[in-house]
């Protein structure tokens, strides 16, 4: 069977969401109505949109280790490999990101400056100044491949793939919007995926579910198993 996991966002889902799109639409859309309100409503707004980023940036800087490039570099939305797409963006000499694990000749780190997903990626190691996760997020010793610090706050290991009960089964459901790819629900992030993309699950139909459950599949544009939130699954809701 595909999992269905009813759970509450974690605090790294919820910071990383007040990065995307998805979040500047509400804060946008609660800044627009305070303006329209005027005087006391509109000075509350912009505390509010400003104690948000603040507090989006203290718990970034919790889970990654900040380190700046040594030359123009791209981030994969996705671990390259030969069946894999390759889709990428560019990040300049001295710009930073933050590194949360690394895998082989790559890290999977948080790029500081995108404001929409995905706004995590796999950089090559050779890219990074520091190239090393940390066993306290942004600071402690260096880490060894696949081991992270979690939400916790626990060193553990990193799956590069979700442990999955089948196989993927008929028509593939499809993407409606951007979403982070995870090991597991609410846990690290091993991916990305697009709207359009195609996303297979283990029954032949994927049921109706709250939009922050958590489905369990194989996308192939990743080339792994993992979880996807149901409110980029059209299908799904």
Request: net charge positive.
């Amino acid at each position: 069977m595909h999992q269905i996991v009813p759970v509450a966002a974690s605090r790294e889902e919820m910071w990383t969401r007040r990065s995307g799109k998805a979040a500047a639409g509400r804060w946008g859309s609660a800044l627009r109505g305070a303006l329209l309100a005027g005087g006391v409503a509109t000075s509350f707004a912009f505390h509010a949109v400003s104690a948000a980023a603040s507090t989006g940036a203290e718990t970034e800087t919790r889970y990654t280790h900040r380190t700046a490039l040594q030359g123009d570099c791209s981030i994969y939305e996705n671990y390259p490999k030969p069946e894999v797409p390759q889709r990428a963006w560019g990040k300049g000499k001295g710009e930073a990101v933050g590194v949360r694990y690394t895998y082989k000749d790559y890290a999977l780190v948080l790029d500081y400056s995108k404001r929409d997903r995905p706004n995590w990626g796999f950089i090559a190691k050779s890219c990074l100044g520091d190239p090393f996760a940390r066993s306290q997020g942004d600071r402690g010793t260096g880490l060894p491949d696949l081991r992270a610090v979690g939400g916790d706050g626990q060193v553990k290991d990193v799956p590069v793939s979700a442990p999955h009960p089948g196989s993927p089964q008929g028509t593939p459901i499809h993407l409606g919007s951007a979403g982070s790819y995870r090991s597991a629900p609410r846990s690290f992030v091993i991916g990305n995926v697009r709207a359009g993309d195609a996303f297979y699950i283990t029954q032949p139909t994927c049921g109706h579910h709250g939009p922050e459950q958590w489905i369990l599949g194989y996308a192939p544009v990743t080339g792994r198993w993992g979880y996807v939130e149901a409110m980029h699954l059209p299908a799904c809701l």
